[in-house]
């Protein structure tokens, strides 16, 4: 899997100017024993992150996103995890580095935004305080310094009246000044990089169209990398620069966001897209549901994790989809798009089967296009 | 929270209240001369001598008659009599069938030699089981988390008596090493009362910190897959300090509230630990007074006083709550 460690500080965005990405995950695997045996969270995954892009991950829960992302700050309990693989972190490999380094690395370099901020934040300590303290970790300053960085935080962050509800408890704010705080909290070290899992999924969709705001306006500021894990392409179109897509703990497809939205090549994200509501789309379009359930991780299936759900299974020859696990391997249509599947033509696919379904509007006005282009 | 403190105390007397009419209902309802135990013990009873008793007593009375004079003698002084008059001053408990004193006098000697027991036994068990709990969390799966359970699990399922029991024979009766046990005030020597209460200190201190040991593991492991313990781990905070500061934090506010009513049924007697190491304590007190005849106002003093202590620490248990976690509003 080494040919698709760089694919994405290749991929010619403006804002990216590092050389080598800030974060390159490569080839990592993140299994935990149990008494039921292994159970493969995640399973040769690799990708990079530059400073200033952001990288979506998508995938249904269990699919590996958040256990990948938090192995980046090495969250899992050494004893109970077997890591494999490298992360490194502006260049400094994080796989079995020690917990004094990784201690240095956590809330300063690299932040995290957590779901749910209710269950996420200590309840019993004020958010000033908390803020403070992540502050203090990082910087030799005294209380009252650091309890201005948090006001300043907080007004940074578009908290009302920071200054006095910096005393608040977590359970005195509500949902979106709750996820508010989170990310001034993340934030108070500048760090280089965030992690934001699921950060607007709690969240009523104003309040998280607000949050992504504050997300991009932070990244423009900060100039950090974000890695944005969710379940919701919306989100994903709205924030990502480029997406990677994961299902039973790999990678299964990955590339630019427009890219990967307009030219999906894999039956997995096609099923991502048939189920998500468009709003634009005619009311005749079909939300279709992934039919089954996700794969286990201790018995993963054989050959291509998604076979036993793919209702493209019988369009490639043999039983490859059961026997071999495909390769990232490029798309046809796009150097920097690559994709695990076993299909000969998934674009052809996409354009003829799966887009009518979905939206048909758009594909009668590409078949209408493309009958435009063969007149000319 | 003023507010609240008020009803709850209004509710707690009236607990009170209940309990005191119960048990004296039940005193007096249930033997069928109540005066025939003091008779017997005032030499030769014959049945004149029986009825000039029950009419003295006022046994002849109405039972909420005599709850009546009972209960407003804790507020003014009165006069007992059976046989010789005895004085009562307020608050009066009555005076014991038995040791012919003034209950509460007895009370306010005992009772010190409870607090005792409880406060240095607290002092010891409750530091240390939340220190054991902490360290087997923390070290879970390993030896020492195996080692510090099993032991617990083996002390705990000793018969307190016995462990107190061979405490007394070994280190008082035949190492000598706290030869005396007996209660001795504080304000009377306070050396002399450490030395002599050290033992039932220890005693009491280790066997409890077992179960304290274990409510703070089970506590401290459930708290460490909170997220919040996630967060201050992804802060870059000292393992150490989130173990400490964020983990226990939240972890010891369900063993605070189980530590406060230990506490206080502590209070209401140790009677195994006052028995055997010969300390004149409210257990000690209340269990002789169920020896026939039936010193009935110590009884009624003991139960009482173990109620108010209960009603009292729930109270406290509750504001203590609400300071300790912010999400409780008293109200």
């Known amino acids: ?376 | 929270m003023f507010g609240y403190i008020v009803r709850r105390l209004f509710s707690a007397a009236l607990v009170v209240i209940l309990i005191s009419m119960t048990v004296f209902a039940f005193f007096f309802l249930v033997p069928k001369d109540p005066a025939r135990p003091l008779c017997n013990l005032n030499g030769r009873c014959n049945e004149e001598k029986l009825a000039l008793l029950t009419e003295e007593m006022g046994f002849n009375d109405s039972v909420v008659h005599q709850y009546g004079i009972w209960a407003k003698g804790l507020f003014v002084d009165r006069t007992i009599s059976f046989g010789p008059k005895y004085k009562c001053s307020a608050p009066c408990l009555g005076i014991s069938y038995s040791t012919r004193t003034e209950v509460t006098e007895d009370l306010k000697t005992k009772f010190p030699a409870t607090l005792s027991i409880a406060i240095g036994a607290s002092i010891i068990f409750l530091p240390l089981g939340v220190f054991l709990g902490v360290i087997a969390a923390r070290n879970r799966g390993t030896f020492i988390d195996r080692g510090l359970v099993s032991f617990s699990i083996l002390l705990y399922s000793i018969p307190f008596f016995v462990v107190a029991l061979v405490a007394w024979i070994f280190f008082s009766l035949t190492w000598q090493i706290f030869p005396d046990t007996t209660y001795v005030p504080f304000t009377q020597n306070p050396a002399t009362w450490f030395w002599h209460m050290l033992l039932p200190w220890l005693v009491l201190g280790l066997t409890n910190s077992t179960a304290y040991a274990r409510y703070t593991r089970g506590q401290m492991i459930e708290t460490f897959g909170e997220d919040y313990v996630r967060t201050a781990t992804a802060k870059g905070l000292h393992s150490r300090t989130v173990m400490l500061r964020h983990a226990l934090r939240a972890a010891i506010v369900p063993i605070i509230t189980i530590f406060g009513l230990d506490f206080a049924y502590l209070l209401t007697g140790t009677l195994t630990l006052e028995w055997i190491f010969g300390i004149d304590g409210i257990g000690r007190w209340s269990i002789e007074a169920l020896r026939q005849p039936i010193d009935f106002p110590v009884v009624a003093a003991t139960v009482l006083v173990a109620a108010v202590i209960i009603v009292l620490a729930n109270l406290v248990v509750d504001i203590v709550y609400s300071v300790i976690d912010p999400r409780v509003r008293l109200v």
């Open chain 1, 1 to 376: 899997m080494s040919t698709d460690t760089s694919f994405l500080s290749g991929s010619g965005s403006p804002s990216t100017r590092d050389d080598v990405p800030f974060l390159v995950v490569d080839n990592l695997s993140v299994r935990f024993p149990t008494h039921d045996g292994l159970v493969q969270a995640v399973t040769d995954l690799s990708y990079s992150v530059s400073r200033g892009q952001t990288l979506g991950i998508v995938g249904e829960s269990g699919s590996g996103k958040s256990v990948s992302s938090m192995a980046i700050l090495g969250l899992h309990p050494p004893q109970s995890t077997r890591l494999e693989g490298s992360i490194k972190v502006g260049g400094h490999e994080i796989v079995g580095a020690h917990e004094d380094q990784m201690r240095k690395l956590r809330g300063a370099d690299v932040a995290m935004i957590f779901q749910d901020a209710l269950t996420a934040l200590h309840p019993f300590y004020t958010i000033g305080r908390q803020i403070s303290e992540a502050y203090r970790v990082h910087h030799d300053v005294s209380k009252s310094e650091a309890r201005k960085r948090a006001i300043e935080m907080l007004d940074r962050v578009g908290i009302p009246q920071a200054r006095s509800r910096i005393d608040d408890f977590p359970h005195q704010f509500s949902g979106g000044m709750r996820q508010r705080a989170m990310i001034a909290m993340a934030l108070v070290n500048d760090p280089k990089l965030l992690i934001a899992d699921e950060p607007t999924t709690a969240l009523d969709v104003t309040v998280q169209a607000q949050i992504l705001d504050l997300l991009q306006d932070l990244q423009r500021e900060f100039d950090s990398g974000i890695i944005m894990i969710t379940h919701d392409l919306g989100v994903i179109a709205e924030m990502a620069d480029d997406v990677l897509v994961m299902y039973g703990g790999r990678a299964v497809e990955t590339g630019p966001t427009k890219q990967i939205l307009t030219h999906p090549e894999m039956p997995y994200t096609w099923g991502l897209l048939s189920s998500v509501p468009d709003v634009t789309a005619s009311v005749d379009a079909r939300l279709i549901p992934i039919p089954g359930n996700p794969p286990s991780l201790l018995n993963p299936p054989s050959g291509c994790p998604f076979h036993p759900r793919c209702t493209h299974r019988d369009k490639v020859p043999g039983d490859l989809c059961t026997s071999t696990l495909p390769d990232l391997l490029p798309s046809k249509s796009s150097g920097d798009h690559f994709r695990r599947c076993h299909l000969p033509d998934p674009e052809v696919i996409y354009r003829q089967e799966i887009l009518p379904e979905i939206a048909p509007d758009l594909a009668e006005a590409i078949i209408a296009g493309d009958e435009d282009g063969g007149r000319r």
